[in-house]
Nanobody, 122 residues
Framework: QVQLVESGGGLVQAGGSLRLSCASS????????MGWYRQAPGKQRELVAI????????HYADSVKGRFTISRDNDKNTMYLQMNSLKPEDTAVYYC???????????????WGQGTQVTVSS
C-alpha cells in the first residue's frame, strides 16, 4: 500500500520560511490530484493548496495566496509546499493528500500523510 511521508515542519518566527515535503513510498501508476491541508487546534481541516495533475492547474486558499507555493518532482515522487512570510495563524498540523491509482487496474484512492507540525511564533 502507498504511504505518504511528510517532513519539513518545525518552529519558525513570523516572517520566516519553511518547506514541507511529501514523498510517496513507491512508484505510482497515475495521480489525479495532490494537495496540502492543515488543521489548527479546535478547527476543521482546511485545504491549503492543490494541484490538479490533468491540466496542471493549482489552487490556493485565499489566506496563503502569494505566500505559499505547491510543486512536484515527478522523478522523486515528491510534492513540496514552500511557505514564505509565515504568520502565527499558519500554525497547524499540515497533511499531504494524494488521489491516485497505484497500479493500472486499481481504483483511484485518496491517501493521507501522517501530518507534520508547523508552529509560527510571533
Amino acid at each position: 500500500q502507498v504511504q505518504l511521508v511528510e517532513s519539513g515542519g518545525g518552529l519558525v518566527q513570523a516572517g520566516g520560511s519553511l518547506r514541507l515535503s511529501c514523498a510517496s513510498s513507491k512508484s505510482i501508476f497515475s495521480i489525479n490530484a495532490m494537495g496540502w491541508y492543515r488543521q489548527a487546534p479546535g478547527k476543521q481541516r482546511e485545504l491549503v493548496a492543490i494541484v490538479i495533475i490533468s491540466g496542471g492547474s493549482t489552487h490556493y486558499a485565499d489566506s496563503v495566496k502569494g505566500r505559499f507555493t505547491i510543486s512536484r518532482d515527478n522523478d522523486k515522487n515528491t510534492m513540496y509546499l514552500q511557505m514564505n512570510s509565515l504568520k502565527p495563524e499558519d500554525t497547524a498540523v499540515y497533511y499531504c493528500n494524494a488521489e491516485l491509482r497505484e497500479r493500472p487496474w486499481d481504483s483511484v484512492v485518496a491517501y493521507w500523510g501522517q501530518g507534520t507540525q508547523v508552529t509560527v511564533s510571533s
